[in-house]
Structure formats: structure tokens, C-alpha cells
């Protein structure tokens, strides 16, 4: 096991379902900073929210992805008592360096129900694929993201998926096959509420996974925009997001912001 990958699991472990305060000052820096919309910056901020939550918080980990080349962990999950009526889902990602997590950003929603085709925000593949190109999937993603979402060339779909359409989406709105995620897209712009995308800060890539963590709007509304894309063969098979608005307050809240970090 990875060195970056057992610290984390055994940090987010050890505070969110064991309520391990001690883990902050075992596994967090001293100048820890934090990104979510829903922690007051450093390690106190994670400190009250636990404290907050109650006996009934835990986070169900379905998905880790390590990315060594960047110090980068991301869980995909659900945080069961986080929120007394909601259960939240989606991404966090943790940046490690000297043996200690010093930074996190995380896209959490509100669970929704399976899909049309049944698919529910976590169900899926689960296993990362070791013997695949990590570096080649992650600039296949990019390359992808930049002319299909960003660029909002839908027609290029072909370009970046297989050829007989199949395509599994675990997205709410959306039911499996390439022809659907088009057209719900062209929709949206034509209704004059696109995905409009536009920086993408941080992939996290890990053998056939990768996620991406990009900034953007719809209808003129701020959004943070979290997509783990599953690739085979070179080409995109399987997507699970998590999108959601970013308060507007953010920078005030947050001086370093939802999305920045030395790295940006």
C-alpha cells in the first residue's frame, strides 16, 4: 500500500467515523489549510465539525485513487450523519507532503435517486486497473475535458468514446449512452443555461480513473464541477459527478479560496 494512500484512509478513518480528535495533530500539519465551504480553515475547523456532528457521523469510502506524481489522495463516498436530514456524497481530496496532510478541497451534494437507468452516485467499478497508463489516461482526460466541456464541442464526442455509443452514466439527470450526455448538454445551451467551464485546477489520476476538479457556471451561477471518468482503451466508458454551486461568500470564508493552492 502506498504510503500517501495508508495516511490518509487511517486519518479520514480514525476522525470522521472513530471521532479521533487526536488524529489532527497524528496525521495534519500545523499549517493545515482547508478549502470546503462547510470547515472554517485549519485544523479547528475539522475540530468542530466532528464535535458538531454527533455519534452518527462516519464517511463510507467506495472509491480511492492515489496520485503519487502529485502528492494527491481522493476518496469518493458518503458521509452519513454529517447533516441530520441529507446525506451528503461526492469527492475529497487531500495533498500531502513530509508525512502530513496539509491541504484538502472536497465537492460534496445531497444524495438524489438512481438514475433512469439506475445507477446510483456510487455504485460501479470500484478496483483501479495497476496496469494501466496513468499519465496517458490523465492527458487522454484532459485533452478531452478541454474540447468537450470547456470547449463545448458536443459534436467531438466520438472523439473520446467508443464507437458503439455505450457509455454508463451515474449521473441523476442523465440516462446511460453517449447520444443522451450530448443531447442534455446541446439542451442546456440551447435553453441558455450552459455548463460553461472554465479552468480546470487539479486532476487527480490514478491507473483507469481520473478525476477531474474544474470551475465554472451555469445559468451565471458559480459552480465547482467534480467528474471521475472512467477510461478503457483509451477512451472515456463511465462517469460519476458531483456538482454543485460555490457560496458566494467563499473567498471570505476561505482566504485561499475553493479551488486554489500552490499548486494552481
Not at 491507473?207 to 482503451?233: H, M, P, Y
Given at each position: 500500500?502506498?504510503?500517501?494512500?495508508?495516511?490518509?484512509?487511517?486519518?479520514?478513518?480514525?476522525?470522521?467515523?472513530?471521532?479521533?480528535?487526536?488524529?489532527?495533530?497524528?496525521?495534519?500539519?500545523?499549517?493545515?489549510?482547508?478549502?470546503?465551504?462547510?470547515?472554517?480553515?485549519?485544523?479547528?475547523?475539522?475540530?468542530?465539525?466532528?464535535?458538531?456532528?454527533?455519534?452518527?457521523?462516519?464517511?463510507?469510502?467506495?472509491?480511492?485513487?492515489?496520485?503519487?506524481?502529485?502528492?494527491?489522495?481522493?476518496?469518493?463516498g458518503s458521509y452519513p450523519g454529517l447533516d441530520p436530514e441529507e446525506l451528503y456524497v461526492g469527492f475529497d481530496i487531500y495533498r500531502v507532503a513530509d508525512g502530513k496532510i496539509v491541504e484538502h478541497w472536497d465537492g460534496l451534494v445531497t444524495e438524489t435517486?438512481?438514475?433512469?437507468?439506475?445507477?446510483?452516485?456510487?455504485?460501479?467499478?470500484?478496483?483501479?486497473?495497476?496496469?494501466?497508463?496513468?499519465?496517458?489516461?490523465?492527458?487522454?482526460?484532459?485533452?478531452?475535458?478541454?474540447?468537450?466541456?470547456?470547449?463545448?464541442?458536443?459534436?467531438?464526442?466520438?472523439?473520446?468514446?467508443?464507437?458503439?455509443?455505450?457509455?454508463?452514466?451515474?449521473?441523476?439527470?442523465?440516462?446511460?449512452?453517449?447520444?443522451?450526455?450530448?443531447?442534455?448538454?446541446?439542451?442546456?445551451?440551447?435553453?441558455?443555461?450552459?455548463?460553461?467551464?472554465?479552468?480546470?485546477?487539479?486532476?487527480?489520476?490514478?491507473?483507469?480513473?481520473?478525476?477531474?476538479?474544474?470551475?465554472?457556471?451555469?445559468?451565471?451561477?458559480?459552480?465547482?464541477?467534480?467528474?471521475?471518468?472512467?477510461?478503457?482503451?483509451?477512451?472515456?466508458?463511465?462517469?460519476?459527478?458531483?456538482?454543485?454551486?460555490?457560496?458566494?461568500?467563499?473567498?471570505?470564508?476561505?482566504?485561499?479560496?475553493?479551488?486554489?493552492?500552490?499548486?494552481?
Amino acid at each position: 500500500m502506498s504510503d500517501i494512500r495508508d495516511l490518509v484512509l487511517t486519518a479520514d478513518r480514525q476522525l470522521f467515523t472513530d471521532h479521533d480528535l487526536s488524529s489532527l495533530d497524528r496525521h495534519f500539519s500545523a499549517d493545515y489549510v482547508e478549502h470546503s465551504p462547510l470547515v472554517e480553515n485549519g485544523k479547528d475547523g475539522l475540530r468542530h465539525l466532528v464535535s458538531g456532528a454527533g455519534e452518527g457521523l462516519r464517511h463510507d469510502v467506495v472509491r480511492v485513487l492515489v496520485d503519487e506524481a502529485a502528492g494527491l489522495v481522493a476518496l469518493h463516498g458518503s458521509y452519513p450523519g454529517l447533516d441530520p436530514e441529507e446525506l451528503y456524497v461526492g469527492f475529497d481530496i487531500y495533498r500531502v507532503a513530509d508525512g502530513k496532510i496539509v491541504e484538502h478541497w472536497d465537492g460534496l451534494v445531497t444524495e438524489t435517486a438512481p438514475n433512469a437507468s439506475g445507477h446510483t452516485q456510487l455504485d460501479g467499478p470500484t478496483e483501479v486497473d495497476a496496469s494501466a497508463d496513468t499519465e496517458q489516461n490523465r492527458a487522454f482526460v484532459t485533452k478531452a475535458w478541454a474540447t468537450f466541456l470547456q470547449g463545448q464541442n458536443y459534436d467531438a464526442a466520438g472523439q473520446f468514446t467508443r464507437a458503439d455509443g455505450h457509455f454508463t452514466q451515474h449521473s441523476a439527470d442523465i440516462p446511460d449512452g453517449v447520444a443522451n450526455m450530448v443531447d442534455f448538454l446541446k439542451r442546456l445551451k440551447q435553453d441558455g443555461s450552459p455548463l460553461t467551464y472554465d479552468t480546470l485546477h487539479r486532476t487527480v489520476a490514478d491507473g483507469n480513473f481520473v478525476l477531474t476538479f474544474s470551475e465554472g457556471s451555469i445559468a451565471g451561477e458559480r459552480q465547482f464541477f467534480c467528474e471521475l471518468w472512467r477510461i478503457k482503451d483509451g477512451r472515456w466508458v463511465e462517469l460519476w459527478d458531483a456538482i454543485g454551486q460555490v457560496p458566494q461568500d467563499d473567498q471570505l470564508a476561505h482566504p485561499h479560496g475553493a479551488f486554489c493552492s500552490t499548486q494552481d
